[in-house]
């Protein structure tokens, strides 16, 4: 769970530092247009400030599906992602 909470507050930051509207925000806030709205530059960003931070991968494909996603669900995927790497390692 921590791996969790720490995902969470880097894309929460992430979000404040790009001027994005993070107040407020919920494990079921949407991110996608019935959300917060984010556009691919944010995702892009936030994939890559995640890659750096922790090792989760972050692909493309990725991207598009974020939109679809709740912040809860992006931020347990993400770190299961980063617990899978770090185990493989």
């Given at each position: 769970?921590?791996?969790n909470?720490?995902?969470?507050?880097?894309?929460?930051?992430?979000?404040?530092?790009?001027?994005?509207?993070?107040?407020?925000?919920?494990?079921?806030?949407?991110?996608?247009?019935?959300?917060?709205?984010?556009?691919?530059?944010?995702?892009?960003?936030?994939?890559?400030?995640?890659?750096?931070?922790?090792?989760?991968?972050?692909?493309?494909?990725?991207?598009?599906?974020v939109?679809?996603?709740t912040?809860?669900?992006?931020?347990?995927?993400?770190?299961?992602?980063?617990?899978?790497?770090?185990?493989?390692?």
């Amino acid at each position: 769970m921590k791996e969790n909470e720490k995902l969470r507050e880097l894309v929460v930051d992430t979000l404040n530092e790009l001027h994005q509207e993070a107040t407020d925000l919920t494990d079921d806030t949407p991110l996608g247009p019935a959300g917060l709205d984010l556009e691919s530059l944010v995702i892009a960003e936030l994939g890559m400030r995640i890659e750096e931070s922790c090792g989760a991968p972050f692909s493309d494909e990725d991207m598009e599906r974020v939109a679809g996603q709740t912040l809860g669900e992006f931020v347990a995927e993400m770190a299961e992602r980063a617990r899978a790497g770090a185990a493989a390692s």
